[in-house]
């Protein structure tokens, strides 16, 4: 059984994740910071793609000691394993996601990533090779959720949560609105990659929850799957 997906993003009122350089910008408070760090929290899971981990250098673990606290004592990790999806081995090895905070690394590659730079990073994550040019996201799934992880929480970036979508893995997505514009048509959104050809192909979403947080809304969907259409 493949992990239940859920996506959360920030993002301007115009949509975007960061400035068009990938420059990280603070868009929501104290607030949605805390609600982010419960969410993780209550997944076996962290994901993002190489190039979040590249431009903002995270280390995807559970920031609230209130929170650790509570994953310790219902018997889980301190913090949730962390996923890479790198189908190249670009990783660096101090990147800070595999070496800040305990627990499970793992680094998602496909088959033609350099074998020097793989074998370089495994004392730091265990590696799963899927896909010949890039990872193949659905036999990932495959692999986390044969491993145990049933709920996983992807932060990012647009070109994997697109990839997720495209690939129909992905069950609800959380998305904070803040009050800026930040503009430029190569700025980083929600889903980037190629894009759907036909509207038949987009995924639809159903709204669960919007409330105002700040000076900001968080807006709470449900992806519908082509059965439930």
């Not at 990839?163 to 889903?191: C, H, Q, S, W």
Request: with cysteine; charged share 25%; glycine share 10%.
């Amino acid at each position: 059984m493949r992990p239940y997906v859920v996506v959360n993003v920030a993002m301007s009122a115009d949509g975007k994740l960061s400035t068009r350089e990938r420059r990280q910008v603070r868009i929501s408070g104290k607030q949605d910071f805390t609600r982010v760090d419960r969410l993780k929290a209550g997944c076996d899971a962290v994901m993002v793609g190489i190039g979040t981990v590249l431009a903002d250098d995270p280390s995807l673990t559970v920031k609230g000691e209130d929170c650790r606290q509570h994953r310790i004592d219902q018997g889980f990790p301190e913090h949730p394993a962390r996923i890479i999806v790198d189908s190249h081995a670009r990783i660096p090895p101090n990147a800070s996601v595999l070496n800040k905070g305990s627990g499970c690394r793992i680094l998602a590659v496909s088959e033609v990533a350099d074998p020097v730079k793989v074998a370089a990073l495994k004392p730091y994550a265990t590696v799963i090779c899927t896909g010949k040019e890039e990872v193949d996201l659905a036999a990932l799934m495959d692999e986390l959720g044969a491993r145990g992880i049933r709920r996983l929480m992807l932060e990012g970036g647009g070109e994997l949560i697109a990839g997720m979508m495209k690939a129909g893995l992905v069950d609800e997505i959380y998305t904070f609105i803040g009050n800026m514009i930040i503009a430029g048509r190569n700025a980083p959104t929600l889903a980037d990659g190629e894009g759907f050809i036909v509207e038949a192909e987009f995924p639809r979403l159903s709204l669960i929850e919007m409330r105002r947080i700040e000076q900001g809304v968080l807006l709470h969907w449900k992806v519908e799957q082509p059965d439930q259409l």
